[in-house]
């Protein structure tokens, strides 16, 4: 295994060369888990009506800041999808703007 620095995102000209990431987690929801380390994501982007809310078990903020960084120069940067034990997928396309937010309740 490599570093996220080592992935391909592709070119301006060729995006669809870009590297898909699969991650393993311990379990993904789009309702505040009791866990408390879990990761909290507000995700914006085409294809979400407002904002949607991802709470992630097993997945650190270095994941995700390194997955933001490729994609600051859209169209290039790298798909992430997310996969859990009970078969879950979550899918974050380049496209998909992804903030660490808080753990609590959106209201």
Same mark, same amino acid.
């Given at each position: 295994p490599g570093t996220a620095h080592q992935l391909s995102p592709g070119t301006a000209l060729e995006p669809e060369a870009a590297t898909q990431v699969f991650v393993g987690c311990q379990w993904l929801n789009d309702q505040p888990n009791a866990v408390t380390d879990?990761?909290?994501?507000?995700?914006?982007?085409?294809?979400?009506?407002?904002?949607?809310?991802?709470?992630?078990? *097993?997945?650190d903020s270095d994941a995700v800041a390194a997955r933001n960084e490729s994609c600051r120069d859209f169209?290039?940067?790298?798909?992430?999808?997310?996969?859990?034990?009970? *078969?879950r997928v979550c899918g974050l396309p380049r496209s998909t703007r992804a903030t660490i937010a808080d753990r609590r309740p959106w209201r």
């Open positions: 879990s990761l909290a994501l507000r995700l914006t982007g085409p294809g979400i009506a407002d904002v949607a809310h991802l709470w992630i078990g *097993g997945l169209p290039m940067g790298f798909d992430m999808w997310l996969i859990d034990p009970s *078969g």
